[in-house]
């Protein structure tokens, strides 16, 4: 069974930071490209990265773009997402991935989710 667990969010102030990690279990984590999605009160599911088996490839939505850094080590089966010059929009459940290229990634399965909160 496919086991995905996020942590690292909270509250944090505009212009802060943080890193989000998501513990995978279950599968073969190293061969799967993984992504971020979030998903804000009131609002749809949103793609925000992805990042390919080996880390040959990672791509962002531009709203995130030169902000967020996704990385992963797959000896710990762990992905990260570290979250840079925090805005109030980024206010969201940020939420792990296992990506399924057969199918639209609001479908792919994802863990619990970590809450972060962008307020002054």
């Known amino acids: 069974e496919v086991q995905l667990v996020e942590s690292g969010g909270g509250l944090v102030q505009p212009g802060g930071s943080l890193r989000l990690s998501c513990v995978a279990s279950?599968?073969?984590?190293?061969?799967?490209?993984m992504s971020w999605v979030r998903q804000a009160p009131g609002k749809a599911l949103e793609w925000v990265s992805r990042?390919?088996?080996?880390?040959?490839?990672?791509e962002y939505a531009g709203s995130v773009k030169g902000r967020f850094t996704i990385s992963r080590d797959d000896a710990k089966n762990t992905l990260y997402l570290q979250l840079n010059s925090l805005k109030t929009e980024d206010t969201a459940m940020y939420y792990c991935?296992?990506?399924?290229?057969?199918?639209?990634?609001?479908?792919?399965?994802r863990g619990q989710g970590t809450q972060v909160t962008v307020s002054s």
């Open positions: 279950g599968f073969t984590f190293s061969n799967y490209a």
């Open positions: 991935a296992k990506v399924d290229w057969s199918r639209p990634y609001s479908d792919h399965v």
């Open positions: 990042i390919t088996s080996g880390s040959r490839t990672t």
